[in-house]
């Protein structure tokens, strides 16, 4: 239990430790070496200091912040991903494929000769597959492309993971593969449409 005299003894004692011994406030209080010194003499010796500091100081430059390769690394699997679907046609390629046949047979009428049927109704929605495969194979191929020469434009230092290298290499030559598929299926030089005769 705290008396009167001690509770008026803690305010005194907070109350003289705001304030300096000269009775300022610590706000207000300037740093002993300051009062010894002219004001003039002061401001540029304070200056001074600072400016020997900063020589001294190695400030080291904030670093690049460097590419972890994911994107290039996205793009190398990208391309390996359009070259396996330009090799199969891919689904879209099937659709297109079907619609076309669809319309081979409804602008084909049945008293029409039988090449003109196997023309109309398969030709046609070969060519078209075959056309899509070669618009994959295209894109992988170009992808490919992008992801092996990209370094050359970027950091001069920094050099790319041998598997971005590798699934890339194997994109173009998935790209290359299937757009050379792509059209010799579409000039009928490979599995051509069979002969009406």
């Known amino acids: 239990m705290a008396t009167k005299t001690e509770e008026g003894a803690e305010a005194g004692t907070a109350a003289r430790n705001d304030e300096t011994t000269d009775g300022t406030t610590e706000e207000n209080a300037t740093p002993a070496h300051a009062e010894a010194r002219p004001e003039g003499v002061a401001a540029e010796a304070d200056t001074d200091t600072v400016a020997d500091g900063e020589e ?7 670093e690049r912040k460097e590419s972890s390769g994911v ?21 879209i390629g ?9 319309i081979g047979q409804l602008h084909t009428s049945s008293t029409a000769g039988v090449a003109t ?8 929605s070969w ?9 994959f194979a295209l894109a992988a ?17 920094r050099p790319q993971a ?11 030559s998935l790209g290359v593969i299937g757009l050379l598929l792509a059209v010799l299926k579409y000039s009928d030089a490979l599995l051509g449409l069979p002969s009406a005769s």
Do not use: C, M, N
Request: no cysteine.
């Open 127 to 135: 060519h078209t597959t075959a056309l899509w495969a070669g618009l």
């Open 141 to 157: 191929l170009l992808s490919g492309v992008v992801v092996l020469v990209r370094p050359a434009f970027g950091a001069p230092g």
């Open 56 to 62: 001294g100081l190695d400030v080291p430059e904030p």
């Open 117 to 124: 049927q196997i023309k109309e109704v398969y030709g046609d």
């Open 71 to 91: 994107g290039l690394g996205a793009g190398a699997v990208v391309s390996a991903g359009l070259g396996l679907v330009s090799l199969s046609g891919g689904w």
């Open 162 to 172: 041998p598997w971005i290298k590798s699934v890339a290499w194997a994109g173009v």
């Open 94 to 102: 099937t659709i297109a494929g079907a619609r076309e046949q669809l």
